[in-house]
Nanobody
């Protein structure tokens, strides 16, 4: 049973920074691709940052240059460092894990419970 627990959200002013953390359990973390998504009220969830098991990183255009994703496999943890925050970054942020279960089952996708980030103008 995969469990993802996010922390680090909160209220910050425009231009401020926050660091989100997500601890995974119940999975072989270093074999998984992991990422962060967000969902603002009335909008669809979007994946904003992703880091593969081999360390390849991608960002959505909306956060590129401002957010940084990293992982610590020894701690089963993925981080999202957010800087130069804008009011439009306000959303619930979710940790995401893609767990590869082999050729017969394929990849299973998991999301955490989310942590609220609010950026005041």
């Amino acid at each position: 049973h995969v469990e993802l627990v996010e922390s680090g959200g909160g209220l910050v002013q425009t231009g401020g920074s926050l660091r989100l953390s997500c601890v995974a359990s119940g999975t072989v973390f270093d074999r998984n691709d992991v990422g962060w998504g967000r969902q603002a009220p009335g909008k669809q969830r979007e994946l904003v940052a992703r880091i593969t098991s081999s360390g390849e990183i991608t960002y959505s255009d909306s956060v590129k240059g401002r957010f940084s994703i990293s992982r610590d496999n020894a701690k089963d943890t993925v981080y999202l460092q957010m800087s130069s925050l804008k009011p439009e970054d306000t959303a619930v942020y979710y940790c995401n894990v893609d767990e590869y279960m082999g050729p017969r089952i394929g990849t299973l996708n998991y999301w955490g419970q989310g942590t609220q980030v609010t950026v005041s103008s």
